[in-house]
T-cell receptor
Framework: ETGVTQTPRHLVMGMTNKKSLKCEQHLGHNAMYWYKQSAKKPLELMFV???????ENNSVPSRFSPECPNSSHLFLHLHTLQPEDSALYLC???????????????FGEGSWLTVV | QKEVEQNSGPLSVPEGAIASLNCTYSDRVSQSFFWYRQYSGKSPELIMSIYSNGDKEDGRFTAQLNKASQYVSLLIRDSQPSDSATYLCAVNVHNFNKFYFGSGTKLNVKP
């Protein structure tokens, strides 16, 4: 248990569906992240939020829409996805953004997404 | 050039041996370095972090950092079958928002 909880753990959705991934962190951290992990590829940073403000958006298609209502919760809204979007989506948190000794990323268990 | 590079493996070692995992990075201003372990179907879990040149030991794990040569390594002593996993190297770049991850090295420890 890392203190970062993701739901659902598994999701199958059609290309016309709208669904959301939810993440909650119980660590008192100020920064939250969405990463995508596809087979045999490095972790891809999608979005970074610091104190509920988006500070990084790595050229992610608009069919992925993040939402951070407070520093403990992060959502990833999904709509009109493509089969190639099937992957493991990982939420993570850290104390802060920016370099600080000891600033470490902790991951949730991930949400396996399959787009059919 | 990739920010963080790792040999994808698989690296196979016999039980009880030392496993050596290597990682190179491209950004000279990188400040902090991490090793994560990821079991199949699971999320990455932090094993060690290292910030200064030299060695850092934690149980059977030793992280080694050489900023001049831009590499970081992880040694696993007395390897166990339960150590079989993919090991991810991550680098936190100065002035950041970015933790860059390597593709990972798959380690197989054979009984």
């Amino acid at each position: 248990e890392t203190g970062v909880t993701q739901t659902p753990r598994h999701l199958v959705m059609g290309m016309t569906n709208k669904k959301s991934l939810k993440c909650e962190q119980h660590l008192g951290h100020n920064a939250m992240y969405w990463y995508k992990q596809s087979a045999k590829k490095p972790l891809e940073l999608m979005f970074v939020y610091s104190l509920e403000e988006r500070v990084e958006n790595n050229s992610v298609p608009s069919r992925f829409s993040p939402e951070c209502p407070n520093s403990s919760h992060l959502f990833l809204h999904l709509h009109t996805l493509q089969p190639e979007d099937s992957a493991l989506y990982l939420c993570a948190s850290s104390q802060n953004t920016g370099f600080l000794s000891g600033n470490t990323i902790y991951f949730g268990e991930g949400s396996w997404l399959t787009v059919v | 050039q990739k920010e963080v590079e790792q040999n994808s493996g698989p690296l196979s070692v016999p039980e009880g041996a030392i496993a050596s995992l290597n990682c190179t990075y491209s950004d000279r201003v990188s400040q902090s370095f991490f090793w994560y372990r990821q079991y199949s179907g699971k999320s990455p879990e932090l094993i060690m972090s290292i910030y200064s040149n030299g060695d850092k030991e934690d149980g059977r794990f030793t992280a080694q950092l050489n900023k001049a040569s831009q590499y970081v390594s992880l040694l696993i002593r007395d390897s166990q079958p339960s150590d079989s996993a993919t090991y991810l190297c991550a680098v936190n770049v100065h002035n950041f928002n970015k933790f860059y991850f390597g593709s990972g090295t798959k380690l197989n420890v054979k009984p």
